[in-house]
């Protein structure tokens, strides 16, 4: 009887297991199923709103084109069209490819379109001089389709339209403009579900379902974007304003994922349409400019700040007075405390630069560059040089390359007349290696007429004292805080537009006269708070400024940047993103948050 009950529990929990083992494989059985039902369900979703792939990245919307076919037959052509504000104007081609035709499509941001030079300074300009000279019976197009801030995803756009017009050669030089515009997704919808499940199609779908305007389906406009869009990005940076798309680790790895996706399908349709394809990183300039927005850690305690004050402190008044070898001290202690404030690593740089520790100063550059809290300057050439490895791209690596004009191999202003924005010698070099490449990789529909050598161009060094050229530059230096650099920049617009004046009508020189004006008022306005600015960092202000004196120095800056930036800003909107001062009282609305946090619209 024992035996016989021993045996029926026995078989009753057996029982129980298998049925237990049995809903257990079919329930994981179901989630298989919904899993790969709800990833195959949002594969076609995407593909019928035509999204990029998983990552949350925007998509285009209103997209409108460069050119537009004028005329038929033979002698119609494509002609630049009103759309695409920063594309320059005035390009045209055949509509009708003839055999003896070579066409180039360079695409990029403005360091590839020539800016702040006139466009035929540029290097797609420079190429196209070159390749008439190497194919004197051939016509030779280079089309300069490259535009201010645009990042890869407007490049990609432009592609995706000028791949359809028969290329022989694309050049794609970007990186630099990858955060000037917010095309991924929200912070609410990066956060996602928690844990496992934000890994689950299923549960994305369900969250997507129910959480409206959070789903992860952002667009970005073609046809509206021009100057206006960049107003805000502009005060951003000239308040100080840190972006929050690079202080998010999770937002910086999505920033470089789209960048990735975006060369890769130009990478890709090019090897399946048969064009050619050069790839080109992007020189920054490391050693003459100094990180334009610098932000602590955001854990930095009380005890922190006062020894990162004092540290930084000693360190930049060494630096001020010439002591290398203190001030590089100094300054490595306050990257020890914070190694997230920029400008720290920038002058410890400068310092070991003048001791001639090469090596340790290109550290310093690269850590200021990497934690520049409103990033500028390309954080993407590791990406270039990967996906043209990957698909057997040609690269000319502009680096290296710029790198070899440096006496010290660290790009500065040697090459660079800003950030990242090119001399016109240096564009020569560069048009002259894409010619090189062309060359040596067989690309050219016939053997050069000419040897390379011999399409050299000589740059005459009067060519950047163009009145064009240094208005753009002051503007720049104005914004992204170069103050060193400024005097120097005024001095040279004096100089320029004096001895231009006697070409001009009377109308032209009360202009060019208001200018001069304008500029030395903005130079005297940011001589005064250069000191406020210095004395801030310092921990100095109540030490060099009398009582009510620094809010005035701060409110004679705020007016400036209002006259010179805020053009398309309402004043309560200019007002939200003027930051929180001890010394100063502000009008209008204040930005929510704890004092110096920045606006939660603040790209």
Partial sequence: MLVKMAADRVRRTLGLRRRLLFCLAAGLLSLALLELSSRALEAIVAALE??????????????????????????????????????????????????????????????????PHHMKASFPALLEIKLRQVLPGYEVEVLNVAAN?????????????????????????????????RVICDPQALAGPPGLLRHLAAARLVRSAFSGSERVRQVFDVAGYGPRNQS?????????????????????????????????AIAGACRERGVNLFLLTAPVNLKDWKPGVSAHRRDLGEDDLARWQQSFREGFLAFEQGRWGAAAAALAESVAVDPE?????????????????????????????????????????????EVAARYQVPLIDLVELLERECKDGLIGSEVLIDYVHTSVAANEIIAHHVLLALIERGLLPAPPAVSPDSTRIAIPPEIEEEVLTLRGLFG?????????????????????????????????????????????????VISRYRRLDRAEKLGLVDQEFAPGEAAAVFAEYVDLIRRTEAHFVSESEFQRLVPRKSYAERSGPSPAGSENEAPAEAP
């Fill in 50 to 115: 035509d999204e990029a792939p998983p990552g949350g990245f925007a998509r285009a919307a209103n997209v409108v084109p460069v050119f537009a076919r004028d005329g038929s037959g033979a002698g119609a052509r494509y002609v630049r069209t009103e759309h695409h504000w920063w594309i320059p104007y005035g390009q045209s081609f055949a509509a009708v490819k003839s055999p003896r035709t070579f066409r180039v499509f360079c695409l990029g941001g403005s360091a590839a379109m020539g800016w």
């Fill in 149 to 181: 801030t645009y990042g890869s995803h407007r490049v990609k756009v432009v592609f995706d339209e000028i791949v359809g017009y028969q290329p022989d050669l694309v050049v794609v030089w970007s990186g630099n403009n990858e955060f000037v515009e």
């Fill in 232 to 264: 805000t990005n502009r005060l951003s940076h000239a308040f100080g304003w840190p972006l929050e798309a690079h202080q998010d680790t999770r937002q910086l790895r999505l920033v470089e994922a789209r960048f990735r996706y975006n060369l890769e």
């Fill in 476 to 524: 720049q230096f104005l914004v992204m805080h170069q103050y060193e650099g400024l005097d120097d920049v005024a001095a040279r617009m004096h100089r320029a537009v004096e001895g231009w004046m006697p070409e001009l009508e009377p109308a032209k020189q009360a202009e060019m006269r208001d200018l001069l004006v304008r500029v030395d008022d903005a130079v005297a």
């Fill in 341 to 385: 404030y920029a400008e720290a690593w920038f002058y410890r740089g400068s310092a070991l630069l003048r001791l001639g520790r090469v090596a340790e100063a290109r550290r310093c550059f690269e850590e200021a560059l990497r934690r520049d809290a409103f990033p500028v300057r390309s954080l993407f050439n590791p990406v270039v040089r």
